[in-house]
């Protein structure tokens, strides 16, 4: 027993977060993320369907607001508070700084606003669309803080392109402490 702790000798005291670690790249203890990843479709009029678990997400965090980007594969698709948190980060950088003008050009200028309507759709425009390469078919994918919209046929070749054993990729990932 470690004096005074009520603790044995071996056991480490367990520390819980309200908000994240810096540099841990881990949502808060309890936030919700987008996780998994679901099939849509975008109807002639360019609307898309969100998921409902993704809709659940939206409604726990108080907002319906979005904030749409191409990312030269899909489009990202942020809650308008993660969006601006990124802009934040961003503004950290100096304004002359030459990967924080062309971020800002060619992503952050593209970020336009989006409203789920009353059926838990988003309006994808016809510029966006193109620019995402959206067909009719596609796949949303939760990425912990937002989720990105991909056209049915690239996310499987991407898929196709990494699929296979994860060791390699895990063995990185674990150097760099995830």
């Given at each position: ?147 990105e919209i991909w ?17 390699d990729l895990r ?8």
């Open positions: 027993m470690v004096p005074g702790s009520g603790m044995k000798s071996h056991e480490v005291p367990l520390k819980r977060h309200s908000r994240p670690v810096p540099g841990a790249g881990r949502p808060p203890v309890g936030e919700t993320v987008f996780r998994g990843h679901f099939r849509h479709t975008i109807d002639p009029k360019g609307r898309l369907s969100i998921p409902a678990k993704f809709r659940d997400v939206l409604r726990e965090g108080g907002s319906d607001r979005l904030v749409m980007a191409p990312n030269g594969t899909s489009l990202d698709v942020y809650p308008e508070d993660k969006w601006r948190e990124l802009e934040e980060r961003l503004s950290t950088l100096p304004k002359l700084d030459q990967d924080r003008r062309r971020f800002q050009h060619v992503y952050l200028s593209a970020g336009l606003d989006v409203i789920l309507d009353p059926h838990g759709r988003i309006q994808i425009l016809q510029d966006y669309r193109e620019r995402g390469a959206l067909a009719k078919s596609v796949v949303i994918i939760g990425m912990m803080d937002h989720f056209d049915e046929d690239r996310w499987s070749h991407y898929q196709r392109e990494n699929a296979g054993p994860l060791d063995e990185r990932l674990a150097q760099k402490g995830v």
